[in-house]
Structures are given as C-alpha cells and as structure tokens.
C-alpha cells in the first residue's frame, strides 16, 4: 500500500488541536513515525526476532495499540510456533481499517503467516486470552498514567510461563541536563528528516498533552510493583527505548 507523505503541521494553525489518531493521522502515519521516532524500524522488526524467542505454542501474541499493525506484521514474519495467533488491538477506527488493509497485503505476499485478528477495542477493557508475548509499542505513553500499572498487572497476570511483555517507549529523564540534551538532539532528528520548525513546534503542541512520557526508572518500578520479576533495557536511540520484562 502507498501512504502520504507528513505535511500535517506544515501550515500555520490558528489554534493546533490536541493530537488524535484520525483518518489524517492514519493516511500519513508511515512516513510520520519514521521521521519521528529513531530507531523506529529497528525495533519493530526485532520485537519480531524476540517475541519468537519467548512464544509457546497454543497461545496467543497480542500487540496492543497496534495502529498499522507493524508490529503485527514483524510478529507473523518471525514467529513459527505452532498454534500461535496473533491479535492486533487499537481504538481508532481509522488505525484498524488501514491495519487490516496493511495485513491483506502481507497475506498476499507471504504464505504460512500465523492467523491475525484485528480488533478495535479499548485495551484498558479488553478480556485477555492466554498469552505469550505482549507488544506495547508506544502505546502506554497514551494511557493515563492513572491506568498503567493495573493494565501491567493484568498482563502479567495473563502471561504464560516462559512470556515476555516488549514494552517501547519515548522517554523522559530525572536530570534536567540530560532531558535538555535529548530533546535537542531528537528536535535535530526531526529536522534531518526534512521537518520545518513550524512543524516540530506545532506537533510538539498537539501531543504534548496526549502523550505522558514516564522515566526508565518509574517503567521499571511500575513492571517490578504489577509482578514482573526482571526488566531488561534491551534497546535505545536517543529519547526511545524499548524493554522486555519476564513473569
């Protein structure tokens, strides 16, 4: 499938609404994540190489807030276990429209693709199979912060032995120098992407009320208090960085 090209805050906006994932956001968000998240396509496609390494057969692999579902895609390309399926779950009805579009196409393409379900669901209410592996890709940064460990603790509570939970986020940090100098240096990974100082300044307006960034250490202590019993860092780029914690 072809995607547009970011030009969403590339004119001045009177007033710049709170960021939502909309049929706009949808159509352009390919090019938006990759141009605005380092190390994007890394980690997509080894959560693909790690969840194979943590997935049991007969269960389930779900990737919460899937958006396009890349995750998804990843998960099905890496993993060979039998009776493994995966379920790709967002809230917006744009996000869950193109995913499924996004996945026909891949069906198309390869042959022996573990099984996917789409659905649009809140995962603050969705009933949890039995579970492997668990992707949140840059998906907890837009719960409220009041909902994150019970959401942790149900997924721990639903992981099989042997699971993981990869959890992927943008962070912030502890020290004001060091929280200075990553948002400078991601700021410069935006504009060497071809983003305008408009851009930047307006889409930073949108999210900054959406998205609530939390530090390397509350990720941990917040996993350690739902009930996983090891957080491992296993990537980062700049202000991103990804984990996996094991039951």
Not at 116 to 141: G, H, K, M, R, Y
Not at 149 to 154: D, E, F, I, Q, V
Not at 199 to 227: C, F, T, W, Y
């Amino acid at each position: 499938m072809t995607h547009d090209s970011d030009r969403l805050f590339a004119a001045p906006l009177a007033e710049v609404p709170d960021f939502v994932f909309n049929e706009d956001v949808a159509r352009v968000f390919p090019d938006m994540i990759k141009r605005s998240v380092p190390g994007y396509p890394t980690i997509v496609e080894n959560i693909g190489v790690l969840a194979a390494q943590f997935a049991q057969p007969d269960t389930c692999l779900y990737d919460l807030g899937a958006s396009l579902g890349a995750v998804t895609q990843a998960l099905r390309r890496h993993v060979k276990v039998d009776g493994c399926r995966v379920v790709a779950v967002d809230n917006s009805p744009a996000m869950v429209q193109r995913c499924r579009e996004y996945l026909h196409a891949q069906d198309a393409m390869f042959q022996e693709l573990l099984p996917v379900e789409v659905i649009e669901a809140d995962i603050l209410e969705l009933p949890l199979q039995t579970v492997s592996l668990v992707a949140l890709n840059f998906t907890l940064q837009f719960v409220a912060p009041n909902d994150r460990g019970a959401l942790l603790a149900r997924i721990r509570q639903a992981l099989c032995p042997g699971g993981a939970l990869i959890l992927s986020e943008k962070l912030r940090f502890e020290d004001d120098d060091e929280q200075a100098l990553l948002t400078d240096l991601h700021i410069a990974f935006k504009r060497a992407n071809g983003y305008s100082e408009l851009e930047i300044a307006q889409k930073r307006s949108a999210i900054e009320n959406v998205m609530k960034p939390d530090s390397l250490e509350a990720h941990r202590q917040r996993l350690l208090e739902a009930g996983f019993a090891r957080v491992v860092p296993w990537f980062q780029c700049l202000n991103f960085a990804s984990l996996i914690a094991l039951p």
